[in-house]
T-cell receptor, first 114, second 112 residues
Framework: GAGVSQSPSNKVTEKGKDVELRCDPISGHTALYWYRQSLGQGLEFLIYFQGNSAPDKSGLPSDRFSAERTGGSVSTLTIQRTQQEDSAVYLC????????????FGDGTRLSIL | GQQLNQSPQSMFIQEGEDVSMNCTSS?????WLWYKQDPGEGPVLLIA?????ELTSNGRLTAQFGITRKDSFLNISASIPSDVGIYFC????????????FGKGTKLSVIP
């Protein structure tokens, strides 16, 4: 597709379960970012992939959060042993890997932990 | 860490009025971006600013990158109902640190 695609669009799960969120970036974009948006808040950086380099994981809130990017394209964000405070919208963005290239966002996955 | 202070938090205006919102930072950014987010959707890029002092327009939108590189404003002229939404400023340091730092948003309501 033309834009960043995320799935599922909504996910409801019970506390303690693991969840996987998927992001398919814009074709040709080598940089990929994950952000979290809590209700009524701005976006909080989680993790950044750039080409084949080691990802910048400095924004991950705990070791229950991890992400992979296979083949330099699709990325999966995994949250293990979910907690109620993990409820948020998880947004993915991608960009070309050069300076001054703006990030383009998907519509996010709305995660609700019961 | 870096923080962006965005104001106002919310605005109610009459259709046709002009709108102004701004962001200030405790740290220098090399790029400022303004996004708009509609309910249930991801943020959409409105304007990107890359040089201190730069003034850029996109239709009825005008944004400026402050000289100190610690602030930016966004103006919307002659507001229309479809301008309703949440506007976010975002700063990017660059030079190997490409993640965006976001303000908490300005919620704009337009009264027809």
């Amino acid at each position: 597709g033309a834009g960043v695609s995320q799935s599922p669009s909504n996910k409801v799960t019970e506390k303690g379960k693991d969840v996987e969120l998927r992001c398919d970036p814009i074709s040709g974009h080598t940089a990929l970012y994950w952000y979290r948006q809590s209700l009524g808040q701005g976006l909080e950086f989680l993790i950044y992939f750039q080409g084949n380099s080691a990802p910048d994981k400095s924004g991950l809130p705990s070791d229950r959060f991890s992400a992979e990017r296979t083949g330099g394209s699709v990325s999966t964000l995994t949250i293990q042993r979910t907690q109620q405070e993990d409820s948020a919208v998880y947004l993915c963005a991608s960009s070309f890997l050069t300076s001054n290239q703006p990030q383009h966002f998907g519509d996010g996955t709305r995660l609700s932990i019961l | 860490g870096q923080q962006l202070n965005q104001s106002p938090q919310s605005m109610f205006i009459q259709e046709g009025e002009d709108v102004s919102m701004n962001c200030t930072s405790s740290s220098i950014f090399n790029t400022w971006l303004w996004y708009k987010q509609d309910p249930g959707e991801g943020p959409v890029l409105l304007i990107a600013l890359y040089k201190a002092g730069e003034l850029t327009s996109n239709g009825r939108l005008t944004a400026q990158f402050g000289i100190t590189r610690k602030d930016s404003f966004l103006n919307i002229s002659a507001s229309i109902p479809s301008d309703v939404g949440i506007y976010f400023c975002a700063g990017q340091y660059g030079a190997g640190s490409y993640q965006l730092t976001f303000g908490k948003g300005t919620k704009l309501s337009v009264i027809p």
